[in-house]
């Protein structure tokens, strides 16, 4: 197994990785009263299953692709550092949004992200660092000291890390990791946002598997009975009843080369099987499990494809707050854990003040900040010394928190 393998290339451990992969949904018993069966320990798998889940997640990391690593000195300009050269190619198989997209991922998916500093050691320290690659947080352990609170490096709180994969199993020192959290809430590994949203993830792949077996197996739509011309019922033998069911089943129907309409010597009576699939109110259902998703990980439902009656100003005041409330502080601690990690000089930021919808941001409050400036040479001109002090200080007052 070569490296490549044993990283995992950074989402999921190489069987999710691979090309061929297929998820196995052969647990969807389709009819067993029991519901599919989910493995919650298996997240990638989960992750995988549930596309409500999936769009959310991949959203979200898409939206922090498009942040731009910067290195500010204390008075806030950009300097030339060699970690933005690190950072935008981390390794040979990622570009620099890859990087930023799987961590995202792993993080959402997980709750944690591991990403291992590959260099050269000088003893017991991480001389110069090569290459960054993102580790699958399906296969990866973190081994503790059981020292914690008055501990003043992170090799005496945390023993080493250990990734197995399934096939082989691989210790790295802590100096050699990067632990990115979800919310830092947990000193170490973080529970995962899926495993809380089991309820509403369950609820909707059954709600599928439920519109499977209504449209694929919902039985017969009807039945036919044959009358004389009195009105009264026929019977058949069960032979009669057989042979006229094979030949409908082969000859007529919707598909191609079939009959749309059959033609009979008797007078038949067709009595329908009526289900009122909208009575389940399944889609309701489901409507309210997404909400809850896309709730928990910040992200906006006008931002989705599928949500209808969007506007244009809906779209882009929900994109505005996504990236301020969620995608902002989200690079500011992926930021701040690399620079915990990785000696640099200056600050590192992922900066998203590029984007047009943050620039036009900046233009309203430029515009802001003009008319404040404006009023406030008014309030100290000359024309203004008639105003008693307490009126002079409650304009100011009010100027300064517009």
């Known amino acids: 197994m070569n490296f490549i393998q044993r990283m995992g290339l950074g989402l999921f451990s ?10 196995d949904f052969s647990s969807w018993k389709v009819g067993d009263s029991s ?45 030339e550092s060699t970690i933005l050269d690190l950072l ?33 050691f000088q003893g017991t320290e991480l001389e110069s660092i090569k290459q960054l690659w993102v580790m699958s947080s399906n296969d990866m352990e973190v081994i503790p000291t059981g020292k914690y609170y008055r501990q003043n490096k992170v090799t005496d709180i945390i023993s080493k890390y250990v990734l197995d994969n399934g096939s082989e199993v691989d210790n790295f020192k802590p100096e050699e990791i990067i632990l990115l ?28 598997q439920a519109r499977k077996v209504l449209i694929s197996e919902r039985g017969a739509i009807g039945y036919m009975s044959v009358e004389n011309s009195s009105g009264n019922l026929i019977p058949m ?13 082969k000859n007529y129907g919707i598909k191609k080369g079939q009959n749309r309409i059959s033609w009979s010597t008797q007078p038949l009576k067709f009595t329908p099987i009526v289900f009122k699939t909208k009575d389940l109110m399944l889609f309701e259902e489901v409507e309210d ?52 990690s990785i000696p640099i000089e200056g600050r590192l930021v992922l900066d998203f003040s590029h984007l047009p919808i943050m620039q036009e941001n ?33 304009n100011l007052l009010s100027l300064l928190k517009s």
């Not at 989910?38 to 939206?63: M, P, Q, S, W």
């Not at 979800?182 to 309820?199: A, C, N």
């Not at 009023?375 to 002079?392: G, I, P, T, W």
């Open 14 to 23: 190489p069987r999710y990785y691979n090309e061929d992969y297929k998820p």
């Open 35 to 79: 519901g599919i069966k989910i493995d919650f320990d298996n997240l990638g798998d989960v992750y995988n299953r549930c596309a409500h889940l999936k769009t959310v997640v991949n959203a979200k990391a898409e939206l922090l692709s498009f942040g731009q690593w910067k290195v500010l000195d204390e008075d806030g300009n950009e300097m």
């Open 88 to 120: 935008n190619k981390p390794n040979p198989l990622q570009s620099g949004a890859d990087f930023k997209k799987s961590i995202s991922i792993n993080k959402s998916i997980y709750g944690n992200a591991f990403v291992y500093k590959n260099g050269v």
């Open 181 to 208: 959290k979800e919310t830092g809430i947990e000193l170490l590994v973080e529970h995962s946002k899926v495993k809380t949203l089991q309820p509403q993830i369950t609820n909707i792949l059954e709600s599928y």
């Open 237 to 249: 033998s069960p032979k009669e009843k057989d042979a006229i069911e094979k030949k409908n089943q």
């Open 289 to 340: 499990d997404y909400n809850v998703i896309i709730d928990a990980y910040g992200y906006n439902r006008n931002l989705l494809s599928t949500t209808k009656g969007t506007t244009f100003e809906n779209v882009k005041e929900s994109l505005k707050l996504v990236i301020q409330t969620t995608i902002i502080p989200e690079g500011e601690a992926i930021a701040g854990a690399i620079q915990a």
């Open 362 to 394: 900046e233009k309203e409050q430029a515009e802001v900040m003009k008319l404040k400036t404006e009023a406030y040479q008014n309030l100290m001109s000359s024309e203004n010394s008639v105003m008693n002090d307490q009126e002079f200080e409650n």
